[in-house]
């Protein structure tokens, strides 16, 4: 069982679904005596899971030619990166195999989780590729791009800016 809740202004906010789970764990006397860990995290930040998937996936897509607005294409890509940046081998039928892990909580803001698994995915795209992070994959741009340019461009994604200014090719 697991039960999230935030601490503001020194207390433990927890919603009511959330506690009602916990009331109804307390009061079930199959879980006398069971020990209870608190498990501290850093908050995932929308931004970056945005720029993860609106920019770092996409470009990949493109990069192999693939239709880099097709939801299939980018669901694939986050489930071969689960597997190769973030995977753990597991025994299938005797066999070893690469069983991707979830990817929750590991883009929190400037990665201060230390996961380090965005940072694997884009060395990869780096090395296999030779794209110029600082061009095509800055955060800060992709912001701006964002925040500034896209609700009132004609760009239908970060890919089609990016080569509008030059740094892909189409």
Same mark, same amino acid.
């Given at each position: 069982?697991?039960?999230?809740? +935030?601490?503001?202004?020194?207390?433990?906010?927890? &919603?009511?679904?959330? *506690?009602?789970?916990?009331?109804?764990?307390?009061? %079930? $006397? /199959?879980?006398?005596?069971?020990?209870?860990?608190? @498990? &501290?995290?850093?908050? $995932? /930040? =929308?931004?970056? =899971?945005?720029?993860?998937?609106?920019?770092?996936?996409?470009?990949?897509?493109?990069?192999?030619?693939?239709?880099? =607005?097709?939801? @299939?294409?980018?669901?694939?890509?986050?489930?071969?990166? +689960?597997? !190769?940046?973030?995977? @753990?081998?597991?025994?299938?039928?005797?066999?070893?195999?690469? +069983?991707?892990? &979830?990817?929750?909580?590991?883009?929190? $803001?400037?990665?201060?989780?230390?996961?380090?698994?965005?940072? *694997?995915? #884009?060395?990869?795209? @780096? *090395?296999?590729?030779?794209?110029? =992070? %600082?061009?095509?994959?800055?955060?800060?741009?992709?912001? +701006?791009?964002?925040? !500034?340019?896209?609700?009132? /461009?004609?760009?239908? &994604?970060? #890919? %089609?800016?990016?080569?509008?200014?030059?740094?892909?090719? *189409?």
């Amino acid at each position: 069982m697991k039960i999230l809740g +935030k601490v503001t202004n020194k207390k433990l906010a927890i &919603s009511d679904y959330n *506690r009602r789970a916990l009331n109804d764990f307390l009061k %079930d $006397e /199959s879980n006398d005596g069971v020990i209870i860990a608190i @498990e &501290s995290r850093t908050p $995932e /930040s =929308r931004q970056v =899971r945005k720029f993860y998937h609106g920019a770092v996936l996409q470009l990949w897509a493109f990069l192999n030619g693939w239709d880099y =607005r097709d939801s @299939e294409n980018l669901a694939f890509l986050h489930e071969h990166a +689960k597997k !190769e940046f973030n995977g @753990e081998i597991v025994l299938l039928d005797g066999i070893q195999v690469k +069983k991707g892990k &979830s990817t929750k909580g590991l883009l929190a $803001e400037n990665d201060q989780q230390d996961s380090g698994y965005l940072e *694997r995915v #884009i060395d990869y795209l @780096e *090395r296999n590729y030779g794209i110029d =992070r %600082d061009k095509v994959l800055n955060p800060m741009h992709y912001k +701006k791009f964002t925040e !500034e340019i896209y609700g009132i /461009s004609t760009y239908e &994604s970060y #890919i %089609d800016y990016l080569q509008e200014l030059g740094y892909l090719k *189409r």
